[in-house]
Structures are given as C-alpha cells and as structure tokens.
C-alpha cells in the first residue's frame, strides 16, 4: 500500500470529514512545514482551542475529556509547524468568531456548549451563510481535537479499547451496544 491508497484508506476511516489542508498535513509526514512559524497563537488561543475541543470531546466517568489530554498545546503546535499560513488565518477567524460578541471563557458552560453547537450545526449544515475562512477554520480544530485526542494515550486507551500487543486479526468483530470502538 502507497501513502496515496493510506491517506484514502484515513479518509474512508474518518467518514470522508477530513479536509484538504489536513489530508496535505497527514501526507507531508513528519517534515516541518515551510511555512512554519511559532508564536502565532498566544497562550489564551491555546486556552480557547482547549476549551473548544473539551466541548467537542468532553470528561466522561470512563475517560478523560480533550482539555485533559492537553489539546490545546496540540493544535497550536500542528498549526504552526504543519499548516499553512491561509490554514492558520482561518484558525484565527474562528477563533474571533467566539470572542467577537463576549469573551467565550466569561460564559457559563451551558452557554459555550449552545455557541459551540450552534456554529457546529451552521457549518454542516447543506446550506449556510458563513464566511468560507470561518467554516474551514471551524473544520480544522474540529479534526485537529479528534485527532488529538485519538492519538493520545488516554484516547487511544481509555475512550477505545486498546491491547498492546494484539492476537490473532479478526477483521469482523461485532460490537454490543455500549462497547468501544477499537484502537
């Protein structure tokens, strides 16, 4: 299998909900991005992003929520060496979008869950009337809490079932209501 068939193969995994800029992410590997930069976020956008990825993948009694994981020092670091100069703009728009009216962190949680949400459910949505920059800002820290979180040991190990050193393949496993998916 090429890196090609892979990348098609994560986006299938992922319900084809991966964009471009991240797929181009994935594929560059582990080379820094040329037009990397650091120091484009400050600590308060690392705050924000947390907060964000916390609302998307929040504290469960059997797992950690995304802020426990450390999210928010994730996705600065990926933005800022693996995605572009646009890619971090837009980042920033979204950011701007929840602290444009009142300060996001000032808002009681059930407040910053409905703004979370209903930005989620216009930028699904079939139609919307967002700016572009805003909608794919959105998009990437979504992904980038996803895959985050996944990847981390208390995702991979507490949110899914995982075994270190796995037996036999078993390509067809039914799940029961309730079970975890696998790591």
């Given amino acids: 299998m090429n890196r090609r068939e892979a990348m098609k193969g994560v986006g299938l995994l992922f319900g084809s909900a991966l964009s471009v800029s991240t797929l ?27 907060t964000i990825g916390d609302i998307i993948i929040p504290e469960t009694p059997d797992s950690p929520g995304a802020k426990a994981v450390g999210i928010g020092a994730f996705m600065v670091k990926m933005l800022e060496d693996c995605y572009s100069q646009e890619d971090r703009e837009n980042v920033s728009l979204a950011l701007g979008y929840f602290e444009s009216d009142k300060d996001f962190s000032a808002l009681s949680p059930d407040e910053q869950v409905a703004a979370v949400s209903d930005l989620d459910g216009q930028v699904y949505a079939k139609s919307n009337e967002l700016e572009d920059g805003l909608v794919r800002g959105y998009k990437i820290i979504k992904e980038l809490t996803l895959f985050g979180y996944f990847s981390s040991e208390a995702g991979a190990t507490q949110a899914l079932r995982y075994e270190l050193v796995p037996g036999r393949y078993d390509g067809c496993v ?3 209501p309730g079970d975890k998916a696998w790591a």
């Fill in 174 to 176: 039914d799940l029961k």
């Fill in 24 to 50: 181009a992410v994935f594929q560059q590997g582990c080379t820094r991005s040329k037009e990397a930069v650091a120091g484009v976020f400050t600590d308060e956008d690392a705050q924000l992003m947390a």
